[in-house]
């Protein structure tokens, strides 16, 4: 699967790594040396170039800008590029964190997934990967308490899900689908708690896990 990155930050890292050995992969954003620094670490032949480049490489295109660049990267690239990919965003508007407010902002009352899906309307907008720290996705595999991960998503596109599955399954965790893109604005809320908890000196590998007995019978 071709998989691009737009930003180059902890949780590029964290994933891409992962990915590097059995997918192709670019690195993309505004400052081409770092897009540069980090395709070089990872090797494999990665890729790297700004983010239009990036789209246009990708099957799968992940967003993992700072979410308030989010749409703006949707505007700057154009919308039109973004046409039949699979855009996964990762991102969580927490914008008071810093002051030590944890709420989730909205947009116009939607999800940032939403609103990035109201931006770029030929896309198909996957919300995953964003209640969890980067740390969370070096472990190989992330497994808590003996059970493995299980990694939310949701979207409107049967495909562009199953894509987004498979790289969950990629990770040694567990995909749960819970439904349409209208369920990110929750995704999002879950996030927001963690992150609470992050700020409060917690282990940066803290994560909310679902318990499935039918799965793994309870001790």
């Known amino acids: ?10 949780m590029t890292r964290a ?14 954003g505004r400052d081409p040396d770092k897009a540069a620094a980090l395709a070089d670490d990872l090797g494999d032949g990665t890729a ?5 480049a ?27 590029a973004f046409a039949g ?5 990762i991102n969580n508007p927490v914008p008071g964190y810093a002051d030590g407010d944890f709420t989730v902002a909205t947009y116009a009352g939607k999800s940032l997934a939403e609103a990035l899906a109201d931006a770029a309307p030929g896309a198909h907008v ?15 595999p992330p497994e808590f308490d003996g059970r493995r991960l299980v990694t939310p998503l949701c979207g409107d ?22 439904g349409e893109l209208k369920y990110a604005h929750q995704l999002e809320c879950v996030a ?16 909310f896990n679902l318990i499935q007995p039918e799965v793994k019978p309870i001790a």
């Open 192 to 207: 927001g708690l963690v992150i609470k908890l992050l700020f409060s000196s917690r282990d940066p590998h803290t994560v």
């Open 85 to 89: 990919k699979t855009l996964v965003d």
């Open 126 to 140: 996957v919300k995953a990967f964003n209640c969890c720290q980067a740390k969370v996705w070096e472990m190989d």
């Open 15 to 28: 994933l891409a790594g992962r990915w590097a050995a059995d997918h192709d992969l670019f690195i993309g």
């Open 157 to 178: 596109n049967p495909e562009a899900k199953q894509h987004v599955a498979q790289l969950i399954e990629a990770l040694g965790s567990e995909p749960l689908d819970f």
């Open 1 to 10: 699967m071709k998989v691009a990155f737009i930003g180059y930050g902890s």
């Open 54 to 80: 990036a789209v246009a490489f990708g099957e799968v295109v992940v967003l993992a800008t700072p979410h308030a660049a989010a749409l703006g990267v949707i505007e700057g690239v154009g919308p039109e």
């Open 48 to 52: 790297h170039g700004d983010s239009a």
